[in-house]
T-cell receptor, first 110, second 113 residues
C-alpha cells in the first residue's frame, strides 16, 4: 500500500529554523522530492533525494533515511516569503509517478 | 526557456458540460503529468503521458481523459461536469520518464456551477 504523512501546519518566526517531517510508505520507492507552493501559485521543485543523507541548497536542506521511510525539509534563516505550502512527494519505482499528499502549510511570523 | 504554459487560466462551466484544458510543456520535455488540486484532497494525480502514450493513470472516473500530441503538448478533457470537479488543474512536465523533477504550470482554475 501507499501512505504519506506530514504535519498539516507549522508556524515559526522570521530568522528561525524549521523542520518539516515526512514519513511515507511507497511501493518500489526510488526517492523523495520536495515542492513549494505559494498561495495561488504553482508548485515549484525544491529538492530530490535518491540516497540517504542530507542535501543542501542554500537555506534549504533535505534529508532522507530510506531504512526509516523518513525524510525532512529543513529551512534556515526563515523569511516571510517562505510562508507557503510544502509537499513531500515520494517517487514510486513501480508506477514511475510522484505521490503527493496534502502538504504542510508553513506560516512565518515577524 | 519558456516555462510550462496552461490555457485557459480560468474557466467557469455549468454541470453537465464538458471542458478541455491545454498544456504546453517546456521545450524538449517529453513527459506531461496532470494533477487535480482541491483544498480538501491536496494534489491528486490524474494521468501521465510520455511520447503520446499514457503511462500512468490515477483513480479518477472515465469522465477524465487526456491525450498528448507529437509535439508533447497535452490536453485533458472532463465530460459531464459535476460540482465536485471544481478545482485547480495543474500540468507538470519533465524531461524524460523519470518524475523526480517536475516543472509545474500555473494551472487552470475550473469552477463548475
Amino acid at each position: 500500500g501507499q501512505s504519506l504523512e506530514q504535519p498539516s501546519e507549522v508556524t515559526a518566526v522570521e530568522g528561525a529554523i524549521v523542520q518539516i517531517n515526512c514519513t511515507y510508505q511507497t511501493s518500489g520507492f526510488y526517492g523523495l522530492s520536495w515542492y513549494q507552493q505559494h498561495d495561488g501559485g504553482a508548485p515549484t521543485f525544491l529538492s530530490y533525494n535518491a540516497l540517504d543523507g542530507l542535501e543542501e541548497t542554500g537555506r534549504f536542506s533535505s534529508f532522507l533515511s530510506r531504512s526509516d521511510s523518513y525524510g525532512y525539509l529543513l529551512l534556515q534563516e526563515l523569511q516571510m516569503k517562505d510562508s507557503a505550502s510544502y509537499f513531500c512527494a515520494p517517487l514510486s519505482g513501480n508506477t514511475g509517478k510522484l505521490i503527493f499528499g496534502q502538504g504542510t502549510t508553513l506560516q512565518v511570523k515577524p | 526557456k519558456a516555462g510550462v504554459t496552461q490555457t485557459p487560466r480560468y474557466l467557469i462551466k455549468t454541470r453537465g458540460q464538458q471542458v478541455t484544458l491545454s498544456c504546453s510543456p517546456i521545450s524538449g520535455h517529453r513527459s506531461v503529468s496532470w494533477y487535480q488540486q482541491t483544498p480538501g484532497q491536496g494534489l491528486q494525480f490524474l494521468f501521465e503521458y510520455f511520447s503520446e502514450t499514457q503511462r500512468n493513470k490515477g483513480n479518477f472516473p472515465g469522465r477524465f481523459s487526456g491525450r498528448q500530441f507529437s509535439n508533447s503538448r497535452s490536453e485533458m478533457n472532463v465530460s459531464t461536469l459535476e460540482l465536485g470537479d471544481s478545482a485547480l488543474y495543474l500540468c507538470a512536465s519533465s524531461l524524460d520518464k523519470s518524475a523526480d523533477t517536475q516543472y509545474f504550470g500555473p494551472g487552470t482554475r475550473l469552477t463548475v456551477l
